[in-house]
């Protein structure tokens, strides 16, 4: 039977709906697609704001923690909590008044001038090397003598100056802070090293020249330049404070080698020392650099400072961070939500931990440093590439330390011997004579300093510390490499008789040396 074809109405219709049946599976999916992506969005812009809030809460716990162990912690707070020094008692005022006096390519055999002949340039540096090796009992030779005499003849005017700084124990530098605090410069510091060696010539031709109570005020002059650095709450003026220590020990040490001060100048030289032994160094500067790097992660997350590539390259220069640690922070998103709150607040953890070990007794604090920083590879990205390498610092100031510590009880003994015309057998007998207020320890091992006599005639006295490797090694020292293991720190005195000894041989040119300042 035939059937017949449908009616144009329900042809149209037919279409019609297939229309829309095929309109519906596109636009199905296409409505699945779009509101999925707007649901992921909202999610993601929910939990963005999840994370930040959390961040942030995790910010605000850890200002708060700080609040609590350590009030006016903050950078300007830090600032103003210094030392206010009054110009006429400001050790940072002659020490940079005596730095514009300094002669040009002072002194002269370490500025080799262009063009040298390699003859002069030998004897140059032949002229140097004697003075690093000069032994502190050694006379200067009649070269040594010479030289010296015409280089400090050419920077009086900045010694004369330099020299006020004796009776100038307190001192402070104008610091401009940068807005991102990283940027801040200090140019004094290295005014602080070229004042503390201007001096130490001084020593070394007053010593010679049989001055020994001038050596001496020019001693507590290293001291004192060091100390015009002040509370300057910086890791690296902490460093240029602990280097200009070690100067003043090795050219106090020359002082008494070459002659006999007075119990006067022996006497004010020991109460300075005592007062700079005492200064925590480490603990200022913890909390200066804390401050310092928090106010950097708030520079970046209020948007005062872009963190860039070139910052993150720059201050991983100043750690210990790693080629892996760099391919994490490039891979970082440091725009991602709660990223910096949630990295200044570990960073703030990270560094209250070390201002309290800081706050330990001295004798604590070398093992909880190590601890401390083996855990800067567990922290988030950021803080393992800005925390500072404290241990080293602090290991040197600790070494300085003992130094002092042993000078100053070296001049107690020394005086003793002025008055009893031998060395202590003890320090109880030192104290008994009112040279020391209590027996000095030291600080490696908790004991005494040691009073090790070397048997010679007649004896050389040595004040020693055991020094970083924790043993007594019977006073032996090494003058150019301090803390070698094997080796104690300490200060040696010679007795009268073994004082002023005549200048050392000289020694012949190397010929591999001249060959290779002629080009051969």
Request: charged residues 25%; neutral net charge; glycine residues 6%.
């Amino acid at each position: 039977m035939n059937q017949s074809p449908p009616s144009p109405e329900a042809a149209a219709r037919s279409q019609r709906i297939l229309w829309v049946v095929l309109g519906v599976l596109i636009v199905l999916p296409l409505c699945a697609i779009v509101g999925t992506s707007f649901y992921q969005s909202y999610a993601d812009g929910q939990n963005a704001r999840v994370a930040e809030a959390e961040a942030n809460q995790d910010l605000s716990e850890a200002i708060a923690e700080t609040e609590r162990s350590d009030p006016r912690w903050r950078l300007e707070e830090v600032e103003a909590g210094r030392a206010v020094i009054p110009a006429e008692r400001n050790s940072g005022e002659v020490a940079m008044a005596a730095t514009k006096l300094m002669p040009k390519r002072w002194p002269a055999w370490d500025w080799p001038p262009e063009m040298e002949p390699p003859e002069a340039a030998l004897g140059r540096e032949a002229l140097r090397v004697s003075f690093a090796d000069l032994e502190p009992q050694r006379q200067l030779s009649q070269k040594q003598i010479t030289e010296l005499r015409a280089e400090m003849k050419r920077a009086v005017q900045a010694r004369d100056q330099a020299r006020k700084l004796a009776d100038l124990t307190e001192g402070r530098y104008p610091i401009t802070y940068s807005d991102d605090w990283i940027g801040t410069l200090l140019p004094h510091l290295q005014d602080v090293r070229q004042i503390g060696n201007l001096l130490a010539w001084d020593v070394m031709l007053r010593a010679q020249n049989g001055d020994a109570d001038g050596a001496l005020a020019s001693c507590r002059a290293i001291v004192n330049t060091g100390r015009s650095i002040g509370d300057e709450p910086f890791l690296i003026s902490e460093l240029v404070r602990i280097a200009v220590r070690a100067i003043a020990v090795g050219k106090i040490e020359r002082a008494l080698a070459q002659g006999q001060p007075s119990n006067a100048a022996l006497a004010a030289l020991q109460q300075l020392l005592e007062k700079e032994e005492a200064e925590q160094l480490t603990l200022n500067a913890l909390r200066g650099e804390r401050a310092g790097f928090d106010h950097l992660l708030e520079a970046f997350q209020t948007g005062k400072k872009a963190l860039t590539d070139r910052d993150l390259k720059g201050l991983s220069g100043l750690n210990r961070s790693s080629g892996e640690d760099r391919e994490q922070l490039d891979a970082m998103d440091l725009r991602a939500p709660g990223l910096i709150p949630s990295q200044r607040a570990a960073m703030l953890r990270y560094m209250n931990r070390g201002v309290a070990i800081a706050k330990l007794p001295q004798e604590q604090q070398q093992k909880q440093f190590e601890l401390w920083e083996a855990t800067a590879k567990d922290q988030p990205s950021l803080v393992r590439l800005f925390a500072p390498a404290v241990n080293k610092t602090f290991a040197a100031e600790q070494r300085t330390r003992a130094q002092l510590r042993c000078a100053a009880a070296a001049l107690a003994a020394e005086r003793y011997r002025l008055k009893h015309k031998e060395w202590p057998k003890n320090w109880d007998a030192v104290i008994a004579a009112g040279y020391l207020r209590e027996t000095p320890i030291d600080l490696y091992d908790g004991k005494p300093l040691r009073l090790v006599k070397l048997l010679t005639a007649p004896d050389i006295l040595v004040i020693s510390s055991v020094g970083p490797d924790g043993e007594d090694n019977g006073g032996k020292l090494d003058r150019k490499n301090p803390p070698a293991k094997g080796t104690d720190l300490g200060f040696l005195l010679w007795a009268p008789p073994l004082r002023r000894q005549p200048p050392a041989p000289a020694k012949p040119p190397v010929e591999a040396e001249i060959g290779r300042l002629r080009g051969l």
